[in-house]
């Protein structure tokens, strides 16, 4: 059926278009539901797991937070890198699992990728 929605097929910038049009605020539960519907925590494209995983750091989804280590110890490209650890020094969940990262995965990273994040550490204290 044409007209069914059929998220399997979605190219990247479609999946960045239905992430980028969720609220900051999206209830929890409503996150768990996109995350069990979709294993929106288990995407291997970087560009759509970043998008996910800087939505849960915001609304401190618990649950995505074993995608959220892979991804900062295994990705050291800037553009991922920063927002999310931006996203997690935002509130008092994220700031203590932002350190305890980014001491982990700082020597794996690009010197401008640890200029950038430690002056974001140092304003986040």
């Known amino acids: 059926d044409a007209t069914r929605v059929r998220p399997d097929a979605w190219s990247t910038n479609e999946w960045l278009k239905f992430l980028g049009a969720m609220p900051e605020t999206l209830p929890r539960e409503r996150l768990a ?3 069990a519907a979709f294993r929106l925590s288990e995407k291997t494209n970087s560009e759509v797991l970043f998008a996910w995983l800087r939505l ?3 609304r401190q989804y ?3 937070v074993p995608a959220l280590e892979r991804f900062l110890l295994g990705q ?3 553009k991922f890198v920063y927002p999310l650890f931006e996203a997690l020094l935002k509130n008092e969940w ?3 699992l932002a350190r305890r ?3 982990r995965a700082r020597g794996t990273y690009h010197p401008v990728t640890v200029t950038s994040v430690d002056a974001l550490m ?3 204290r």
């Open 94 to 96: 994220g700031a203590p």
């Open 101 to 103: 990262l980014y001491e």
């Open 76 to 78: 050291g490209r800037r």
């Open 122 to 124: 140092q304003k986040g």
């Open 33 to 35: 539901a996109l995350d």
């Open 62 to 64: 618990e649950p995505a």
């Open 56 to 58: 849960a750091a915001l």
